[in-house]
């Protein structure tokens, strides 16, 4: 390692460590270019990063990893082109339109959810954001969960508006899921029916309610470095309870179809690099962990990660939470309740 590579590295660590600070702009930067030093050699810091990023990890959140299981209540159709996703409607995937599960569906999974040992159910909707009927579904499932069962209830439905997120956190809703997905600088790059400040305004709303503020994204679309560091320094901006963390699977019939997967060493960089920029959230290994790092999932989770979502993804398929579990308790690494997500 280099001596300019050490010095900052050992200034990350004081800042983080020893005066339990959070780090500058310029440190999260001259973190994300040290990815241009991935090369396996003597002179590489992902390990020091990893080592690091795994001792803040415990100091400001604790040893246990979280687990979390989803299943989308509103499938396909969306109307939005965010060219990573196989549920918009203006690309050719394979994913079909479903109609929004019953109360009773709603119901029964939450049940099983509670059974399985969850404390917490989140409505995942696949839309631009709610209209009458979707926010007269998001009411009745949420007073139909805590009425019928001792969990939590949090929401993932795409862009609110100020009154629709009071609306939510009225119902008694805990937390909102909302990914900013990208750096500001990149984000045109994937999207273009809705904008950044869009999603950033959503997340600003949640945070007046009083609701926990959930918000990652993806990384491996073809952003630099120091985009990633953008991103995590956005949603650092918002206090969020947990930040997913992405990892692009291309998707058939996405305009992104064709992207290579991000190499295994990028990626876990990009773990690191998240959790030294935000070190006070649950950082979630997220959609497309399996096929880009493979069998160096563990290092993630011994890099910063501290919370996994389990089995399959809303489209895409996963590994079992057997699997994850088993890796885990050959890390000897302690295990939070399961939450259920809907």
């Given at each position: 390692?280099?001596?300019?590579?050490?010095?900052?590295?050992?200034q990350?660590e004081?800042?983080?460590?020893?005066?339990?600070?959070?780090?500058?702009?310029?440190?999260?930067?001259?973190?994300?270019?040290?990815?241009?030093?991935?090369?396996?050699?003597a002179?590489?810091?992902?390990?020091?990063?990893?080592?690091l990023?795994h001792?803040?990890?415990?100091?400001?959140?604790g040893?246990?990893?979280?687990?979390?299981s989803?299943?989308?209540?509103?499938?396909?159709?969306?109307p939005?082109?965010?060219?990573?996703?196989?549920?918009?409607?203006?690309?050719?995937?394979?994913?079909?339109?479903?109609?929004?599960?019953?109360?009773?569906?709603?119901?029964r999974?939450?049940?099983?959810?509670?059974?399985?040992g969850?404390?917490?159910?989140?409505?995942?909707?696949?839309i631009?954001?709610?209209?009458?009927?979707?926010?007269a579904?998001?009411l009745?499932?949420a007073?139909?969960?805590?009425?019928?069962?001792e969990?939590?209830?949090?929401?993932?439905?795409g862009l609110?508006?100020r009154?629709?997120?009071?609306?939510?956190?009225?119902?008694?809703?805990?937390?909102?899921?909302?990914?900013?997905?990208?750096?500001?600088?990149?984000?045109?790059?994937?999207?273009?029916?809705?904008s950044?400040?869009?999603?950033?305004?959503?997340?600003?709303?949640v945070?007046?309610?009083?609701?926990?503020?959930?918000?990652?994204?993806?990384?491996?679309?073809?952003?630099t470095?120091?985009?990633?560091?953008?991103?995590?320094?956005s949603?650092?901006?918002?206090?969020?309870?947990?930040?997913?963390?992405?990892?692009?699977?291309?998707?058939?019939?996405?305009?992104?179809?064709?992207?290579?997967?991000?190499?295994?060493?990028a990626?876990?960089?990009?773990?690191?690099?998240?959790?030294?920029?935000?070190?006070?959230?649950?950082l979630?290994?997220?959609?497309g962990?399996?096929?880009?790092?493979?069998?160096?999932?563990?290092?993630?989770?011994?890099?910063?990660?501290?919370?996994?979502?389990?089995?399959?993804?809303?489209?895409t398929?996963?590994?079992?939470?057997?699997?994850?579990?088993?890796?885990?308790?050959?890390?000897?690494?302690?295990v939070k309740?399961l939450?259920?997500l809907?």
């Amino acid at each position: 390692m280099t001596p300019a590579t050490q010095a900052l590295l050992d200034q990350v660590e004081i800042v983080l460590l020893d005066r339990r600070q959070l780090i500058s702009d310029a440190q999260a930067y001259a973190l994300a270019d040290l990815a241009g030093d991935l090369d396996g050699s003597a002179d590489d810091p992902l390990g020091r990063m990893l080592d690091l990023a795994h001792r803040v990890r415990v100091a400001w959140c604790g040893e246990a990893v979280s687990l979390e299981s989803i299943l989308s209540t509103k499938t396909g159709g969306c109307p939005e082109d965010c060219a990573f996703c196989s549920q918009s409607a203006a690309f050719p995937t394979f994913v079909k339109p479903q109609p929004y599960l019953s109360r009773d569906d709603v119901v029964r999974a939450a049940r099983d959810a509670q059974n399985a040992g969850a404390t917490e159910f989140c409505l995942v909707l696949a839309i631009k954001g709610p209209d009458e009927r979707a926010m007269a579904h998001i009411l009745e499932a949420a007073d139909a969960i805590q009425t019928e069962t001792e969990l939590e209830v949090a929401v993932s439905a795409g862009l609110l508006t100020r009154a629709q997120a009071r609306t939510i956190a009225a119902a008694g809703v805990v937390r909102y899921n909302h990914n900013l997905e990208a750096a500001a600088s990149f984000f045109p790059s994937i999207c273009t029916t809705h904008s950044w400040s869009e999603r950033w305004d959503t997340c600003t709303y949640v945070r007046e309610t009083g609701m926990e503020v959930c918000s990652g994204g993806i990384i491996g679309m073809g952003e630099t470095p120091r985009q990633r560091a953008e991103l995590a320094l956005s949603l650092r901006e918002l206090e969020p309870t947990e930040v997913p963390l992405n990892f692009l699977n291309p998707r058939p019939g996405t305009p992104l179809a064709g992207t290579t997967l991000l190499d295994p060493r990028a990626a876990l960089h990009g773990v690191a690099l998240f959790r030294l920029i935000i070190p006070f959230a649950t950082l979630r290994y997220a959609g497309g962990r399996e096929v880009v790092l493979g069998d160096l999932q563990a290092a993630g989770v011994l890099g910063g990660a501290n919370g996994l979502i389990v089995g399959n993804y809303l489209t895409t398929l996963g590994r079992s939470t057997a699997q994850d579990q088993a890796m885990l308790a050959e890390l000897q690494v302690p295990v939070k309740a399961l939450n259920g997500l809907l």
